[in-house]
């Protein structure tokens, strides 16, 4: 991998979350590439082919599986992102998972429940859109969710949170030891470009089926939202599981930064196609013979 693209990643990857601070990152960063939207289609193109190449030999080897989490507030691209980061991958070794709330069989079950009948098998990229970060996300901002959920009465304390924030770093770490590379993202979009999103779905007529209403009054809710990402990445932010700060005020170099980072991820996995044995190589060439005799 490129120096350049390995110092980009980390400004923005989390492996450590002790001392973390949302603050810290901001949407707009441009990471101090000197690019525009349309300087960037051939840097992201680039990236498109190499996962591809990458993804390929993934499925080849049937070792390894990936799982891409995306998180983000409404409006940050998440569709878009892995829209244009997966357009050349094999549909055959990827799928993709949206989540949106819990239906009644769902909540009859632990809360990881339904996302792990949607865990990629080896040799698959999964992409989780939302993902069990939404029960320490949305249901700690809307803490009457709970009330659905069921759950006994006692179990139901002060630290509710902290212990699915521990139940998730558990889990990530159990998946990790069973050849699941982890990699998860947080689209940081501001709240002054979400507006003009908003917007833009309202004033745009074949863009109007995306707009909720629902979406504009959580932003009143804004700093909840933030203050509930950030503790979720210092809970779970590790090497075998980081999380990426992702700058979303620029779709492009979402993208981009997106690509490069699950790039850097494939690559750590030593893929390569399987070795033929030596039996195998004699059936080849017996093979060609009688196509060839």
């Known amino acids: 991998m490129e120096k350049q693209v390995e110092k980009l990643l ?28 349309n300087g960037s289609a051939e840097k992201l193109q680039r990236g498109v082919d190499y996962l591809a190449q990458q993804q390929d030999m993934l499925y080849a080897q049937d070792r390894w599986s990936v799982l891409c989490i995306f998180q983000a507030m409404d409006a940050a691209g998440k569709d878009s992102a892995i829209k244009h980061v997966f357009s050349g991958v094999n549909p055959q070794g990827c799928h993709v998972a949206s989540f949106k709330a819990p239906n009644s069989t769902e909540l009859d079950h632990d809360f990881l429940w339904r996302h792990q009948q949607w865990l990629p098998q080896r040799g698959q990229i999964g992409i989780h859109n939302r993902s069990w970060y939404e029960e320490v996300l949305v249901v700690r901002v809307h803490p009457s969710i709970l009330e659905k959920q069921k759950l006994p009465p006692k179990l139901v304390t002060k630290r509710i949170f902290d212990e699915r924030l521990e139940d998730i770093a558990a889990y990530e770490r159990y998946l990790a030891r069973q050849g699941t590379a982890v ?22 007529q074949e863009k109007n089926w995306k707009f909720s209403a629902s979406d504009v009054a959580e932003r009143e809710h804004w700093s909840d939202y933030m203050k509930a990402y950030e503790q979720a990445i210092r809970a779970t932010a590790a090497p075998h599981a980081p999380w990426y700060v992702v700058p979303a005020d620029r779709k492009w170099f979402t993208r981009l930064v997106v690509v490069a980072a699950i790039a850097r991820a494939l690559e750590g996995l030593n893929l390569h196609y399987p070795e033929v044995s030596a039996e195998q190589a004699k059936a080849l060439v017996q093979a060609r013979e009688a196509l060839t005799g």
Do not use: C
């Not at 901001?26 to 690019?35: A, H």
């Not at 990699?183 to 745009?204: G, T, Y």
């Open 183 to 204: 990699l998860k993202f947080f689209l940081h979009v501001s709240a002054e470009e979400q507006r003009r999103r908003f917007l833009k779905r309202i004033d745009e």
């Open 10 to 37: 980390e400004r923005y990857r989390i492996e450590d979350g002790k001392g973390f601070r949302l603050r810290d990152h901001k949407p707009d960063d441009d990471g101090g590439l000197d690019l525009d939207k």
